[in-house]
C-alpha cells in the first residue's frame, strides 16, 4: 500500500452525520485497516453542509470541502441515493428528502411506492440503481478532488421486505440473490453495494 500524503497528518473526517452510513462506513474503513483515525463529523461538531449541487458528485465535493474547513482536516464525504429510470433518474439526489422532510425513510418510501403506481404493469419489474460517490479532498481547496463511484443495480418492489439497512434499503430487490437489500446483512451488503463498490475503488486508489 502507498502512503498518500494526507496519511500524514494521522486522521480523516467522515462528511456526514447520517447514522446508517457513519456504521457502514466504518465498518468498512475497519477492514481497509488504514493507519489513520476517522473521525464522523458529528463529533467535531460540524453541522450539515448545505447541498446545492446538481449532481452526487457536486454534492459529494461540496460537503467534502465543508468538513475540511471548518476542522482543517482531510475530509472524504459521501452522496448517494436510489434512482429510477421511469421516473427520469428521480429520487436522485433528493433521496434523503422526497417526502419532503429529510431522512424520514418510512415517508420516502411511501412516496417511491405511491409515484410508482402508474408505472406497475402486469408484474413487470420496474429497475432502479442505488449510486454512491464518495470525493475525497486533502484540504478545503483541494484543486484535484479524488472520485470514487459505485453503482448497484437492482428492483424496486411494491412493498417493503426485510429488517436491516437503511433508507430505501426494503425496497430494493436484488433478483439474482431473491432477497432485498435489507435482508442482507451489513458484511453481505458491504461486499456487493454501491457504497462498498466506491470503497474498493478508494482501497485500489491506496495500492
Not at 408484474?123 to 479532498?137: K, P, S
Amino acid at each position: 500500500m502507498s502512503t498518500p500524503h494526507w496519511f500524514d497528518q494521522g486522521s480523516l473526517v467522515l462528511a456526514s452525520n447520517n447514522k446508517g452510513k457513519v456504521a457502514e462506513f466504518e465498518k468498512l474503513f475497519e477492514q481497509l485497516k488504514l493507519p489513520v483515525e476517522i473521525i464522523p463529523q458529528g463529533r467535531l461538531n460540524i453541522p450539515d453542509a448545505i447541498e446545492d449541487g446538481l449532481s452526487f458528485i457536486e454534492n459529494a465535493i461540496i460537503k467534502a470541502r465543508h468538513a475540511s474547513k471548518i476542522s482543517g482536516k482531510p475530509a472524504m464525504a459521501d452522496d448517494s441515493g436510489i434512482c429510477v429510470p421511469v421516473l427520469g433518474g428521480a429520487p436522485g439526489i433528493y433521496s434523503a428528502r422526497y417526502a419532503g422532510e429529510h431522512g424520514d425513510d418510512t415517508a420516502n418510501n411511501a412516496k417511491l411506492l405511491n409515484d410508482l403506481l402508474p408505472f406497475r404493469k402486469n408484474g413487470e419489474a420496474i429497475e432502479g440503481m442505488f449510486v454512491c460517490v464518495l470525493a475525497l479532498v486533502t484540504h478545503a481547496e483541494d484543486p484535484l478532488p479524488q472520485i470514487f463511484q459505485g453503482i448497484w443495480h437492482g428492483e424496486i418492489l411494491e412493498a417493503p421486505r426485510g429488517e436491516n439497512g437503511f433508507g430505501y434499503d426494503p425496497l430494493f430487490w436484488l433478483p439474482e440473490l431473491q432477497v432485498s437489500s435489507a435482508e442482507l446483512s451489513k458484511e453481505e451488503k458491504n461486499k456487493i453495494s454501491h457504497r462498498g463498490q466506491a470503497m474498493q475503488l478508494f482501497r485500489e486508489s491506496l495500492v
